[in-house]
């Protein structure tokens, strides 16, 4: 069955780092779009970064310059390096993988951002 575990969330102070990672199985992962999508309380989900089966990759403006979207097709994983991380990133991060009509969601990990 399909799977998408994301994992790596947690509490950190302003300006720090996190580095999220998202395990898929159940899918021809090399073939799939997957992304990074954040939702605040009260706000609607939001596409942060996402990355192509080339590699190429796109970011919201609200966090280019300070994440890093990639993907590792070996080991069946994306990952989202945050660096100098502000209040405003504080939501409910969740990993998406797409191709054609198939849609796939995790649930989701939590990022903190609060000194």
């Known amino acids: 069955q399909v799977e998408i575990v994301e994992s790596g969330g947690g509490l950190v102070q302003p300006g720090g780092s996190l580095r999220l990672s998202c395990a898929a199985s159940?899918?021809?992962?090399?073939?799939?779009?997957m992304s990074w999508y954040r939702q605040a309380p009260g706000k609607e989900r939001e596409l942060v970064a996402m990355?192509?089966?080339?590699?190429?990759?796109k970011y919201a403006d609200s966090v280019k310059g300070r994440f890093t979207i990639s993907r590792d097709n070996a080991k069946n994983t994306v990952y989202l390096q945050m660096n100098s991380l502000k209040s405003e990133d504080t939501g409910v991060y969740y990993c998406?993988?797409?191709?054609?009509?198939?849609?796939?969601w995790g649930q989701g990990t939590q990022v903190t951002v609060s000194s």
């Open positions: 990355v192509n089966s080339d590699s190429s990759t």
């Open positions: 998406n993988g797409k191709f054609a009509l198939y849609d796939y």
């Open positions: 159940g899918f021809t992962f090399m073939f799939y779009v």
